[in-house]
């Protein structure tokens, strides 16, 4: 990602600027009063509270109300992961108005007056720039399928992360849980709606799978390749593995042999 420029405003009443273009994405976040804008795709009634979008190439045009004239603060920017950042906080086709998490309306007030701080320095550190453009993004309101369905994956994927890294300890799924930050109940639900089947099943078919790749490639004993896989003994192992597979760990190993 890269940021063109930052800044803040207190506008005076009826502070207008455009109609123009811009060559870059531009983001006005409304810290007080009100205003109008006005794109291509209709006039937007913009609040304190709310975000504006300017798309480049297109023409735009805003102004400060009479009355209750807006403070804001911009953020120009562009780069690959535009898009994707832009959908997340539902600026998706014509919608060029998203609204601010209300909780987190002090902490962005917060975040901009650091962005554009940091952007005013003669010599600024831009990782911390974006560490404050991201931070600042995620202060935005969500898509609620990102809230439900994409939340849902991401602690799927962090699970999953954390199990493939972990699977040869003696973890529980509450570490796994605990892991991710969500309760076990939770956890337990999204897998059996992703995985068909529980986070305990998942962890034993992984440690199964690891196990039969070793008796497959190595000439490691059953206890080596037990303890390896995450199980307490051979003979558990071994209880498990007929369980499941429905063959001997050792008649396994010849077979693939």
Same mark, same amino acid.
């Given at each position: 990602?890269?940021?063109?420029?930052?800044?803040?405003?207190?506008?005076?009443?009826?502070?207008?600027?455009?109609?123009?273009?811009?060559?870059?994405?531009?983001?006005?976040?409304?810290?007080?009063?009100?205003?109008?804008?006005?794109?291509?795709?209709?006039?937007?009634?913009?609040?304190?509270?709310?975000?504006?979008?300017?798309?480049?190439?297109?023409?735009?045009?805003?102004?400060?109300?009479?009355?209750?004239?807006?403070?804001?603060?911009?953020?120009?920017?562009?780069?690959?992961?535009?898009?994707?950042?832009?959908?997340?906080?539902?600026?998706?086709?014509?919608?060029?108005?998203?609204?601010?998490?209300?909780?987190?309306?002090?902490?962005?007030?917060?975040?901009?007056?650091?962005?554009?701080?940091?952007?005013?320095?003669?010599?600024?550190?831009?990782?911390?720039?974006?560490? !404050?453009? /991201?931070? =600042?993004?995620?202060?935005?309101?969500? %898509?609620?399928?990102?809230?439900?369905?994409? #939340?849902?994956? &991401?602690?799927?994927?962090?699970?999953?992360?954390?199990?493939?890294?972990? !699977?040869? /300890?003696? =973890?529980?799924?509450?570490?796994?849980? %605990?892991?991710?930050?969500?309760?076990?109940? #939770?956890?337990? &639900?999204?897998?059996?709606?992703?995985?068909?089947?529980?986070?305990?099943? !998942?962890?034993?078919?992984?440690?199964?799978?690891?196990?039969?790749?070793?008796?497959?490639?190595?000439?490691?004993?059953?206890?080596?390749?037990?303890?390896?896989?995450?199980?307490?003994?051979?003979?558990?192992?071994?209880?498990?593995?007929?369980?499941?597979?429905?063959?001997?760990?050792?008649?396994?190993?010849?077979?693939?042999?």
């Amino acid at each position: 990602m890269k940021i063109y420029y930052c800044g803040k405003e207190n506008c005076l009443p009826r502070h207008f600027f455009g109609p123009a273009i811009r060559s870059h994405y531009l983001l006005h976040f409304i810290l007080a009063g009100q205003g109008v804008y006005k794109t291509s795709e209709g006039i937007f009634q913009v609040k304190e509270r709310e975000a504006f979008l300017i798309r480049p190439g297109e023409v735009t045009y805003y102004e400060a109300d009479k009355n209750n004239p807006w403070s804001y603060a911009w953020i120009a920017f562009d780069g690959p992961d535009t898009t994707g950042i832009l959908e997340e906080c539902n600026f998706i086709d014509k919608h060029l108005v998203a609204k601010i998490d209300k909780k987190k309306k002090d902490r962005i007030i917060w975040l901009l007056s650091n962005i554009v701080a940091v952007f005013e320095e003669p010599k600024h550190d831009y990782k911390e720039l974006l560490g !404050y453009f /991201y931070l =600042i993004m995620s202060c935005m309101e969500k %898509r609620e399928t990102e809230k439900t369905s994409g #939340y849902d994956k &991401r602690y799927l994927k962090e699970s999953i992360d954390y199990i493939h890294q972990n !699977y040869s /300890y003696n =973890i529980s799924i509450g570490d796994v849980a %605990r892991h991710v930050g969500i309760d076990r109940t #939770y956890l337990y &639900r999204i897998y059996i709606k992703y995985k068909k089947g529980s986070p305990k099943q !998942y962890l034993m078919k992984y440690r199964l799978l690891v196990a039969k790749d070793m008796l497959e490639n190595t000439n490691y004993s059953i206890t080596e390749v037990a303890l390896s896989s995450g199980f307490h003994d051979a003979s558990s192992f071994c209880k498990t593995f007929q369980k499941m597979e429905g063959i001997a760990p050792l008649q396994y190993r010849k077979n693939k042999s």
